[in-house]
Nanobody, 129 residues
């Protein structure tokens, strides 16, 4: 069964850090480009990062560039999102997803969102003092 399972969310103070994990099953991470998305209350879902299946190259939205780092562990078939210098505006539900239409990421993370067919259930991140 094709599945993504996110974990690692929680409550953190501003300026703190969290590491999210997304375990994939039913396919391998070198099959499809994989992205992280987030959705805050009342906001449209936002693509924040993408990692290419072909070479592991990564791309980031301007809102998180320099603070978040995406990586993958092929052996564990898991992608990660290291989040540093967290701000209250980072509060959202975070999702991982796979793009079945391509192996290389587009320069803008989350572009052509409809191409992402496999989604995790999401993990809540709350940044508050």
């Amino acid at each position: 069964q094709v599945q993504f399972v996110e974990s690692g969310g929680g409550l953190v103070q501003p300026g703190g850090s969290l590491r999210l994990s997304c375990a994939a099953s039913g396919f391998t991470l070198d099959d499809y480009a994989t992205g992280w998305f987030r959705q805050a209350p009342g906001k449209e879902r936002e693509g924040i990062s993408c990692i290419s299946a072909s070479d592991g190259s990564t791309y980031y939205a301007d809102s998180v560039k320099g603070r978040f780092t995406m990586s993958r562990d092929i052996a564990e078939n898991t992608v990660y999102l290291e989040m540093n210098s967290l701000k209250p505006d980072d509060t959202a539900v975070y999702y991982c997803a796979a793009n079945l239409m391509r192996r290389r990421c587009l320069e803008v993370p989350g572009a052509l969102e409809y191409e992402y067919a496999y989604w995790g259930q999401g993990t809540q991140v709350a940044v508050s003092s």
